[in-house]
Nanobody, 119 residues
Framework: VQLQACGGGLAQPGGSLRLACAAS????????MRWYRQAPGEQRELVAS??????????KDSVKGRFTISRGNAKNKNTAYLQMSSLKPEDTAVYYC???????????WGQGTQVTVSS
């Protein structure tokens, strides 16, 4: 299983960015995709997660109402997106995508993508 993330960059406060993460390989449909982030000197924290069918989402309190996690259509179900709006400087971090395969009890990680929010 491999994950490829993209979409990071520089945004101004109040701006928007969209991250994407594509998981490839033979992945059972019982999985959860997640976005984590890690700021310098901080621990990695869960930002958002979404179930396989997209019916269940969880958000970190500080991003609720600003970030939206979603999954691709039927042909790209193992692609996750994170739409980030009303960005704040405190959203600056390296963002990592993750897929948890319940059938195997295993986590897989993508490479991080830097998000910087600054004027």
């Amino acid at each position: 299983v491999q994950l490829q993330a993209c979409g990071g960059g520089l945004a101004q406060p109040g701006g928007s960015l969209r991250l994407a993460c594509a998981a490839s390989g033979s992945i059972p449909s019982i999985n959860v995709m997640r976005w984590y982030r890690q700021a310098p000197g901080e621990q990695r924290e869960l930002v958002a997660s979404i179930s396989y069918r997209g019916g269940s989402t969880i958000y970190k309190d500080s991003v609720k109402g600003r970030f939206t996690i979603s999954r691709g259509n039927a042909k790209n179900k193992n692609t996750a997106y994170l739409q980030m709006s009303s960005l704040k400087p405190e959203d600056t971090a390296v963002y990592y995508c993750n897929i948890y395969v319940g059938l195997w009890g295993r986590d897989y990680w993508g490479q991080g993508t830097q998000v910087t929010v600054s004027s």
